[in-house]
């Protein structure tokens, strides 16, 4: 029997280390395979300190993508410097699972435009189109989702990538009302996690 991955995914920490330090004891006593931080792990990219490292200090291998808070050199550095990997228009393997995702979104401090944010996912998506299972992390809820009466369109690229990757699961965040809001779009489980972390097997 394959052995199931387990993950901790959660977003908008927004510099919180007191978040971060509850979440890293959460993900050494739930003993997690990954945490994904679905971005915005900075407030206005004001202080980097302690959002990763208590996670790798709990010995958990660290997934990343940048928010509209902070830009791809921030995400890459805070990658970089706690061996976590930013996975914005990259993958990461684990064993018959593919982890592909983009970060940013049309507005805030960081714009990234929805066509460009397509061809990232797409990029990422191609390296682990034949895993058996897939996760797609985005940091914006896709369009017609439920997360849009909170008052937020939702992108239209990533819903595009929904119905042409048909990952098992899509990771977001953004919109923190909506935290723990999930649905179904075609066979794709969306989770939207913001600040309310959750933890599932696939």
Known sequence: ???????LAVGD???DTGLV?????????????LVILAGDLTF???????????FIKAKK?????????????TADFLAEVYGAQNIHGYSFV????????????????HK????????LLKKGHSRVKNMKKKIMVTHIHPAGSKTEVFGFKGSKAVRDAIEKFHPDILINSHIHEA?????????????????KEKIFEI
């Open 1 to 7: 029997m394959e052995k199931k991955t387990k993950i």
């Open 13 to 15: 920490i927004h510099g």
């Open 21 to 33: 330090k509850k979440l890293a004891e959460k993900a050494k006593k739930e003993n997690v395979d």
């Open 44 to 54: 206005a990219e004001q202080s980097t300190k302690n959002l990763i490292g208590p």
């Open 61 to 73: 291998q660290v997934l990343l993508i940048p928010g509209n808070h902070e830009s791809i050199a």
């Open 94 to 109: 684990k064993g018959n699972l593919g982890i592909f995702g983009a970060g940013g979104a049309d507005f805030g401090f």
């Open 112 to 119: 990234i435009k929805d066509s460009e944010m397509f061809e």
């Open 179 to 195: 935290g723990g809001v999930e649905e179904k779009i075609g066979k794709t489980r969306v989770i939207n996690v913001s600040r």
